[in-house]
């Protein structure tokens, strides 16, 4: 399978993890880690540190100029998402319900789960306050932990389901639970932290979430769109974007009760997203895709990567850059309109 059909399946949450060995190998050293299929990006205190294929984890002290493999991993899973608490302590998720736990800023690895036999991916996680953390994936999996990723317990995920939405149909299954027609739960593609308490999950078939008291309960969001969602933008104060395949993207100026459908000028899946200062925001996709706003994500400029890789998800280093991860590896992506970002950043 080529680097760009294994991100189609990843982003796509089309097939859950296959069942690995008992005791899973650590990730190889790899001359060319940081240009190797990498799928999500954190921050640790001033360093970046990236996850993806076969367990590789890099880290950069110069903002996405070099890179180094962590040499400490205890898993060659494909790994789909990273966050940190502070600056040295983080999580990492993957297939095979796989979790990392660092405590040197991704410098080495701890496992502390791995279930294989489930042959479920998690595809995110989010690192909260307190030590506080939840990871999600295929088939409505929920973990949390209350130990910083030391443990882990599983959760049944459910939601109040959304109000009646005028002219249209609400989901089967609403909530993460079984419909007649997929067999299992809706897969939770990612999990993002808005201002205070509240948290955003995307999810396939046009399920949208929100909990406003750290994950503790959860509602249905209304929607417009019934393909899949790969990513929630918070902008500030109730104003979020929802984004996700052929290039759809939704903006709600009240948490997520109302959409607006913005033009983006593409039909690539859109699958990364980050705040460029205080009115700017960028999105990041497949086919090379990134999409800049410098108005509160209320309009969008395609500006096209040249050589088409795709990419999964991106960190801001100011108005006028970004560091972004894909098909290709780790890239630094100089931004159109600095001047104008710069004039708006806090």
């Known amino acids: 399978m080529s680097a760009r059909a294994l991100l189609l399946v990843l982003l796509g949450s089309a097939s859950a993890a296959l069942a690995a060995d008992a005791e899973p190998r650590a990730a190889e050293p790899a001359r060319l880690a940081a240009r190797s299929l990498l799928i999500a990006i954190a921050q640790a205190g001033e360093r970046l540190v990236a996850v993806g294929d076969r367990g590789i984890i890099v880290f950069s002290d110069d903002r996405g100029k070099s890179w180094t493999q962590s040499q400490a991993v205890p898993t060659q899973a494909l790994l789909t998402g990273v966050c940190f608490f502070d600056a040295a302590r983080g999580i990492a998720v993957g297939h095979d319900l796989v979790t990392l736990v660092t405590a040197d800023a991704g410098r080495s690895w701890q496992r502390t789960h791995y279930s294989p036999e489930a042959q479920r991916p998690l595809l995110d996680v989010w690192c909260g306050g307190g030590g506080h953390a939840i990871a999600i994936g295929a088939y409505s999996t929920y973990l949390v932990s209350e130990d910083a990723g030391a443990s882990w317990r599983e ?45 955003y999950i995307a999810g396939e078939a046009g399920h949208l979430y929100r909990s406003d008291d750290g ?45 607006r459908k913005l033009d983006t000028g593409t039909l690539a899946m859109l699958d990364g997203g980050a705040r460029l200062g205080a009115q700017g925001a960028v999105l990041v996709g497949l086919a090379g895709v990134v999409l800049v706003s410098h108005d509160g994500g209320r309009t969008f400029t395609l500006v096209q990567q040249a050589d088409h890789s795709g990419l999964a998800a991106a960190l801001a280093l ?18 159109p309109g600095a001047s104008a970002a710069a004039a708006g950043a806090p």
Not at 157 to 177: D, E, I, N, V
Not at 236 to 257: F, K, P, T
Not at 321 to 332: F, M, P, T, W
């Open 215 to 259: 994950g503790a309960g959860w509602r249905e969001l209304p929607s417009p769109y019934e393909g899949s969602f790969f990513g929630v933008l918070p902008l500030g104060a109730d104003a979020v974007l929802a984004y996700g395949l052929r290039g759809n993207l939704l903006r709600s100026e009240d948490g997520g009760a109302s959409w």
């Open 318 to 335: 100011g108005p006028g850059a970004l560091v972004a991860v894909g098909e290709d590896g780790a890239r630094v992506v100089e931004l």
């Open 155 to 199: 959760r049944d995920f459910s939601a109040a389901p959304p109000p009646q939405t005028a002219g249209r149909k609400p989901h089967s299954g609403a909530g993460g639970g079984h419909d007649e027609d997929s067999g299992g739960g809706f897969h939770l593609n990612r999990i993002v932290a808005a201002e205070g308490a509240r948290l």
